[in-house]
């Protein structure tokens, strides 16, 4: 069965790391892979990319999109009340140590969000892409908009022009979680942005030009570090076989 449409334009999307036990994590892709991709989106929702954290050896990082948050819910509810998720995610959760580290996201903008096609995923056991992906994340006091509005409206054209367009960039999602059963971070004010390149020299370049640039030197990066409650985090990842974000 076709998943219920949640492929064209993702309203809302989950930002989830596993903290996993010592030497698990390719067992935990492998399943994952073979067993939570076609399973979830024929539930209503899209797996949007899973990676291995490159600064971690037990941490997963993957995200899957739905169309809104009522699709969340009975998406979420029909996959973890059925069969698939009853007979695999006892082994599944054995792996891990800690899976509540989630981000609920919306796109920044109309325009970037997410939209792959599942019709280009990988087969079962395809070798990783060859593919570098930096996922950057700020963190803000609640209910203050500047740094949002720097980051969408000064920092994102930067990153268009300079490098390889940006995969996607998104924001904090406010609304209550109605699936309460898989918790999320709450008082959260968060921009994300996710980049693909050919290999971390890439990404390295890529943004050495972007902070030689006077406006984002005296402007941009400032305001941005005036406005943010700590240092932005940058997750540096490789995607696996099967993640539609490469």
Same mark, same amino acid.
């Given at each position: 069965m076709p998943p219920t449409d949640p492929v064209g334009h993702p309203a809302v999307i989950e930002l989830r790391q596993y903290t996993l036990r010592s030497g698990r994590r390719d067992e935990l892709i492998e399943l994952f892979d073979r067993e939570f991709v076609e399973t979830q =989106?024929?539930?209503?929702? !899209?797996v949007l990319?899973?990676?291995?954290?490159? *600064? *971690?050896? *037990?941490?997963? +990082?993957w995200l899957r999109g739905f169309r809104d948050m009522a699709v969340r819910h009975d998406a979420l509810a029909a996959f973890y009340g059925g069969p698939v998720w009853a007979e695999h995610g006892p082994q599944a959760n054995a792996t891990m140590l800690d899976s509540d580290d989630v981000l609920l996201l919306r796109p920044l903008s109309e325009a970037s969000g997410l939209a792959p096609l599942p019709s280009? $995923?990988?087969?079962v056991g395809a070798p990783p892409p060859a593919r570098f992906v930096s996922a950057t994340v700020w963190s803000f006091p609640p209910g203050r908009h500047h740094g949002i509005g720097l980051i969408r409206d000064g920092l994102l054209p930067v990153l268009h022009r300079t490098g390889p367009? /940006?995969? %996607?960039?998104?924001? #904090?999602?406010? &609304?209550? @979680? #109605?699936? /309460?059963?898989?918790? !999320?971070? #709450?008082?959260? @004010?968060? &921009?994300? !942005?996710? #980049?693909s390149y050919p290999?971390? &020299?890439?990404?390295?370049?890529?943004? %050495?030009h972007v902070r030689a640039q006077p +406006? +984002?030197? =005296? =402007? !941009?990066?400032?305001?941005?570090? $005036?406005e943010q409650t700590t240092a932005p985090r940058t997750l540096r990842l490789a995607p696996t076989g099967r993640s539609l974000i490469s």
């Open positions: =989106e024929e539930a209503g929702m !899209i990319g899973q990676f291995r954290d490159l *600064d *971690d050896p *037990d941490r997963f +990082v280009g $995923r990988p087969r367009a /940006p995969l %996607a960039a998104f924001t #904090t999602e406010t &609304a209550h @979680n #109605t699936f /309460p059963r898989l918790p !999320i971070r #709450t008082g959260e @004010n968060v &921009a994300a !942005i996710f #980049t290999d971390e &020299a890439a990404c390295r370049r890529h943004l %050495a +406006v +984002v030197r =005296e =402007e !941009i990066l400032p305001g941005i570090e $005036r």
